[in-house]
C-alpha cells in the first residue's frame, strides 16, 4: 500500500514565478491538507480539502492557492513567489475521523 | 487559540539513557495531542496520539507519552535511547472543534542528539 506521495522532489524558482505542487494521498483517504514547514520550524497549516471544497484555511495569504481532484489528490498553487516562500512543502492525508499521515514534501527554494 | 511549546530545541543523551522530551499546551478545550517524528530529508511520522480515554499512550518504537490536564503536559519517553532515534521531533495539537483531521497546530521542534 503506497504512503502519501508528492511531486516534485525538490524545486528551483525565481522571485514572481508561479509553481504547482502535487499530492496523492494514501489509499482510502479522503481529506488532504497542506502544510509549510520554514527551516528550523515546525510545520504551520495552509489549508485542508475535503470532497474538492477548501475546509479549513490558515494564517496564508490568498497567492496560496489548492485544488483537490475527485481522485482525492490534490494541487498546491503558489504565485508571485517571494524569497520566504522557501521551505519544505508537506501534504498530509486522512480518513474522516482518523489521524493524517504524511508525505515526504516538496523542497522549494526561491532565489 | 490553541498552541504548543516544545521546552528545549536541543536535547542531547547518551545511548541506552533516558529519553525525555517536554511538550505543554494550551487548549480552551479536551485537546487531541500527538507526538511526529522527522528524520532528516524526510517527512513526519506519526509516533502516537491522545484523544481520549487512558492518558498514558503507547506508540512506535518503544516511545510513549503521558497526557496530564492538570499540568497541560504532554511529554515524550523513551527508556532507552537508541542511536537511531537521533531526530527531530514535534508535538502537535488538533484544533479546536477538529477531531484528529482537522488542523494540526506544532511546536518549533526538539532535535534529539544520541551519543554512542
Known amino acids: 500500500d503506497a504512503g502519501v506521495t508528492q511531486s516534485p522532489t525538490h524545486l528551483i524558482k525565481t522571485r514572481g514565478q508561479q509553481v504547482t505542487l502535487r499530492c496523492s494521498p494514501k489509499?482510502?483517504?479522503?481529506?488532504v491538507s497542506w502544510y509549510q514547514q520554514a527551516l528550523g520550524q515546525g510545520p504551520q497549516f495552509i489549508f485542508q480539502?475535503?470532497?474538492?471544497?477548501?475546509?479549513q484555511r490558515g494564517n496564508f495569504p490568498d497567492r496560496f492557492s489548492g485544488h483537490q481532484f475527485p481522485n482525492y489528490s490534490s494541487e498546491l498553487n503558489v504565485n508571485a513567489l517571494l524569497l520566504g516562500d522557501s521551505a519544505l512543502y508537506l501534504c498530509?492525508?486522512?480518513?474522516?475521523?482518523?489521524?493524517?499521515?504524511f508525505g515526504p514534501g516538496t523542497r522549494l527554494t526561491v532565489t | 487559540a490553541q498552541s504548543v511549546t516544545q521546552l528545549g530545541s536541543h536535547v542531547s543523551v547518551s545511548e541506552g539513557a533516558l529519553v525525555l522530551l517536554r511538550c505543554n499546551y494550551s487548549?480552551?478545550?479536551?485537546?487531541?495531542l500527538f507526538w511526529y517524528v522527522q528524520y532528516p530529508n524526510q517527512g513526519l511520522q506519526l509516533l502516537l496520539k491522545?484523544?481520549?480515554?487512558?492518558?498514558l499512550v503507547k506508540g512506535i518504537n518503544g516511545f510513549e507519552a503521558e497526557f496530564k490536564k492538570s499540568e497541560t503536559s504532554f511529554h515524550l519517553t523513551k527508556p532507552s535511547a537508541h542511536m537511531s532515534d537521533a531526530a527531530e521531533y514535534f508535538c502537535?495539537?488538533?484544533?479546536?472543534?477538529?477531531?484528529?483531521?482537522?488542523?494540526?497546530?506544532f511546536g518549533q521542534g526538539t532535535t534529539l542528539q544520541v551519543k554512542p
Open positions: 498530509a492525508s486522512s480518513r474522516t475521523g482518523y489521524e493524517q499521515y
Open positions: 489509499s482510502g483517504h479522503d481529506t
Open positions: 480539502y475535503y470532497e474538492e471544497e477548501e475546509r
Open positions: 487548549s480552551s478545550v479536551p485537546p487531541y
Open positions: 491522545y484523544t481520549t480515554g487512558a492518558t
Open positions: 502537535a495539537v488538533s484544533d479546536i472543534g477538529s477531531s484528529n483531521t482537522g488542523k494540526l497546530i
